[in-house]
């Protein structure tokens, strides 16, 4: 009895008692910490999800229009081709043959994807809709029918270049599109005149070659 009453009286107790408050403090900074982590990325991806959505975070797109207005009103800008050398040959090419085989068919260059393709899935809209496609055949309609991608000889060099064109290709391959390749050095002007005349066609006023030289397909 001697004993256990001189060891609630010692320092023992005292000891157990500080160092469960300094156990206890310590979980709670640390959960603390937790909920302060989660919080800030939470809020990262609520930034994020209006920065995708066109607006500001906060939903204010007045302010998110006007911010984007002082920072273009402070930059400069020059005008640059929309086609490189190839590729505007690759469209001389398209453009002559399509009117020759249907002149109420048009050819487009640089086509965002969300221009001419909808989902109800706008998560799976957002990935592509700022993907391009190099030549996109219109229809009597106005309705892209397919989609031509120039393969350039760096194309493939990029390695997400593969992956970015696969996503393309599914998008456009469930909505009925047709997606084709031109390659530089290997589709000759010949095959892409067949590849024309296989894809649209022929309508009313066709001709032969539209009254025009077909230019060579550029490497």
């Given at each position: 009895?001697?004993g256990?009453a001189q060891?609630?009286t010692g320092p023992?107790?005292?000891?157990a ?7 206890f403090c310590g979980a709670?900074?640390?959960?603390l910490t ?11 991806k609520a930034?994020w ?9 906060n939903?204010?797109?007045a302010?998110?229009?006007a911010?984007q ?11 640059r081709?929309?086609?490189?050398t190839?590729?505007?040959k690759v469209?001389?090419?398209?453009r002559?043959?399509?009117?020759a085989?249907?002149?109420r068919?048009q050819?487009?260059?640089?086509v965002?994807v969300?221009?001419?393709l909808?989902s ?5 809209f957002r ?10 055949l219109?229809d009597?309609n ?7 991608e120039?393969?350039?000889?760096g194309h493939?060099?990029?390695s997400s270049?593969a ?5 393309k290709?599914?998008a ?8 084709h390749?031109?390659v530089?050095g ?5 095959e ?5 005349e ?5 309508g009313?006023g066709?001709?032969?070659d539209g009254?025009e030289t077909?230019?060579?397909v550029?490497?």
């Amino acid at each position: 009895m001697d004993g256990a009453a001189q060891f609630l009286t010692g320092p023992w107790p005292l000891t157990a008692l500080i160092i469960s408050i300094v156990l206890f403090c310590g979980a709670l900074v640390l959960s603390l910490t937790v909920i302060d982590e989660k919080i800030k990325i939470a809020k990262r991806k609520a930034f994020w999800a209006g920065r995708r959505s066109g607006g500001a975070a906060n939903g204010n797109k007045a302010d998110f229009a006007a911010e984007q207005l002082k920072k273009v009103a402070s930059a400069p800008f020059t005008a640059r081709p929309l086609l490189n050398t190839p590729e505007a040959k690759v469209f001389e090419t398209l453009r002559q043959t399509v009117v020759a085989r249907n002149p109420r068919w048009q050819v487009m260059a640089q086509v965002s994807v969300g221009e001419f393709l909808a989902s109800p899935d706008a998560e799976a809209f957002r990935a592509v809709n700022s993907k391009r496609v190099d030549f996109a055949l219109m229809d009597e309609n106005c309705c892209v029918r397919h989609a031509l991608e120039y393969q350039g000889s760096g194309h493939h060099v990029e390695s997400s270049a593969a992956a970015r064109d696969a996503v393309k290709k599914e998008a456009l391959r469930k909505a009925g599109i047709g997606y084709h390749e031109v390659v530089a050095g290997h589709t000759t002007p010949s095959e892409l005149r067949a590849l024309v005349e296989k894809l649209v066609p022929a309508g009313r006023g066709a001709t032969r070659d539209g009254g025009e030289t077909v230019r060579a397909v550029g490497a």
